[in-house]
Structures are given as structure tokens and as C-alpha cells.
């Protein structure tokens, strides 16, 4: 089955500790975005990748860096340095970055205490 | 400044009760507008694209219509099994995308 995976569905971590999400996708996507989802909000972008070994930053990078090495690939780490970094956190891809819908994977709940 | 905004934020219809979201939105240079249903806890899943003002796009009982400054999602003869959050998305100019907040649905029996 073509899809997006996104691993783990829950994590918790200590405040001061970087943490990766992982993110895979088997759709021969070119195209691959992370997204943050707080209560009552809108998705909002952190980071994007139109091709491999490249990537932008969306609205929100501030605390997050990623990294593209692979098109099946798009891991997003969130460093000690985003101050509010609880939220659900979706990855997406698409086609190409232009007039495509995006497909998400499942999400990721991150809990820093 | 580019934005999307989705009315109402909550709807609760009787099931069979057919009624409409809508999705507003201020942009430069439409290149499409996206529908999702997200259901708690899950990722958005993909409904519609539709490109330019006049198209129209159906699934079941969803109806999807795009006019130059917005789109509506007609919801006929709804089931609880339709209740879940339903997010509107737009790509502009320089590839951005912006999405709403949302419509959550909750259909009752």
C-alpha cells in the first residue's frame, strides 16, 4: 500500500532535549512538508522540500532544522531551542510542489514537560 | 495579506439535515483550493481540488464549488459517520499554502 508513514504516534521528552520525527513516504512524491496543528488553529508550515538534498523554511522554522538526503525521506528535529514545541505535528507530500493536493501522514503528538 | 478563513467554526446538524461550509480567501495569484476531512487525532484526508472560479467537484454527498473569492462544501443528507473537522487550503503565488481553522461537523442520528 502507497502511503505516509510517520513514527512514533505518541512521543514525550524532558524540556532541553532535541527530539527527531520520523517521516517516510512510498508515493514517488518529489515534494514533502512538515506542519504543526495546535488546538483551534490552522496547520501551519515549518518546513518544505521540493527535491532532494534541498529544503526551505515555511512560517514557523524558528526551533526546527530537517534534512532531505532521501525522496522517501524528510525527518524533522525539534531542538531545545522552540519554545513551544507541545503540539501534533502532520507531514505531508505532493506530486510537486505546485497545483497538487498534499497527502498526510497520521501525525505525531509531542509532549515536552 | 493572504489568508484563509472557514465559517462557521462548529456546525451540528440532525442527520439528513443537508447545509453548506464555507472557505474565504484572499490571495495573490489562486494556483488551487484544497478540501480535507480531518477526523480527532488523525491526519487530513484529501477530498477535492479545484483550479478555477465555476468548477464544481462531487463525491457522495460532498459537493465541492470555488467562485473567484471563495468555496463552499454542500453537504447533502448528511450521516453521523460525516461528523469530523473539514479544513479548506489554498496555494498562492510562490507555491505558499495557507489553510483555515476549520468547520467542525458533528451530525446527530
Known amino acids: 500500500d502507497g502511503g505516509i508513514t510517520q513514527s512514533p504516534k505518541y512521543l514525550f521528552r524532558k524540556e532541553g532535549q532535541n527530539v527527531t520525527l520520523s517521516c517516510e513516504q512510498n508515493?514517488?512524491?518529489?515534494?514533502m512538508y512538515w506542519y504543526r496543528q495546535d488546538p483551534g488553529q490552522g496547520l501551519r508550515l515549518i518546513y518544505y522540500?521540493?527535491?532532494?538534498?534541498?529544503?526551505q523554511k515555511g512560517d514557523i522554522a524558528e526551533g526546527y532544522s530537517v534534512s532531505r538526503e532521501k525522496k522517501e525521506s524528510f525527518p524533522l528535529t525539534v531542538t531545545s531551542a522552540q519554545k513551544n514545541p507541545t503540539a501534533f505535528y502532520l507531514c505531508?507530500?505532493?506530486?510537486?510542489?505546485?497545483?497538487?493536493?498534499?497527502?498526510f501522514g497520521p501525525g505525531t503528538r509531542l509532549t515536552v514537560t | 495579506e493572504d489568508q484563509v478563513t472557514q465559517s462557521p467554526e462548529a456546525l451540528r446538524l440532525q442527520e439528513g439535515e443537508s447545509s453548506s461550509l464555507n472557505c474565504s480567501y484572499t490571495?495573490?495569484?489562486?494556483?488551487?483550493l484544497f478540501w480535507y476531512r480531518q477526523d480527532p487525532g488523525k491526519g487530513p484526508e484529501f477530498l477535492f481540488t479545484l483550479y478555477s472560479a465555476g468548477e464544481e467537484k462531487e463525491k457522495e454527498r460532498l459537493k465541492a464549488t470555488l467562485t473567484k473569492k471563495e468555496s463552499f462544501l454542500h453537504i447533502t443528507a448528511p450521516k453521523p459517520e460525516d461528523s469530523a473537522t473539514y479544513l479548506c487550503a489554498v496555494q498562492a503565488n510562490f507555491n505558499k499554502f495557507y489553510f483555515g481553522s476549520g468547520t467542525k461537523l458533528n451530525v446527530k442520528p
Open positions: 490571495v495573490s495569484g489562486l494556483r488551487g
Open positions: 505531508a507530500s505532493s506530486m510537486t510542489s505546485v497545483a497538487y493536493e498534499q497527502y
Open positions: 522540500s521540493q527535491i532532494v538534498n534541498d529544503f
Open positions: 508515493l514517488n512524491h518529489d515534494a
